[in-house]
């Protein structure tokens, strides 16, 4: 999800516009209209999205509040979601050094630039040796 979505549904959408245009445009008016409702249409469901599919099982996950700061967007503690899950509901995470934890979906990623959906941890599973 994130930009390429975006890019391929706003491509999509002006192609229907174009199209409605060739077959019931007569001014350029129509299309003035047609093209600001097919960017609007595609933002709109880029927006809606992820609330819609939430988190699946597989997609990447990055890690809020607990030991590590989050300084910069790009500098988190990341994972893998096990279970699938929507926002404020609770999912399993195997983190990036191996680890399984349980945590809140707290919010989905961004439009621009696409970040993963942020995920706080209740409790994280200690491997035993």
Do not use: H
Request: charged share 20%; proline share 5%.
């Amino acid at each position: 999800m994130g930009f390429s979505t975006l890019l391929k549904t706003t491509g999509l959408a002006i192609a229907l516009a174009l199209a409605a245009f060739a077959f019931y445009g007569s001014d350029l008016l129509f299309l003035a209209k047609a093209l600001s409702l097919a960017l609007g249409a595609s933002i709109a469901f880029n927006l809606a999205l992820p609330y819609v599919r939430g988190v699946k099982k597989g997609d990447r996950v990055s890690i809020v509040g607990g030991s590590t700061p989050m300084l910069l967007p790009w500098m988190f503690r990341g994972g893998t979601a096990l279970t699938d899950g929507k926002i404020n509901k609770e999912i399993r995470i195997r983190l990036d050094d191996g680890k399984e934890a349980y945590g809140v979906v707290e919010s989905y990623d961004t439009l621009l630039p696409p970040l993963p959906p942020k995920v706080r941890i209740l409790y994280e599973e200690r491997m035993m040796e």
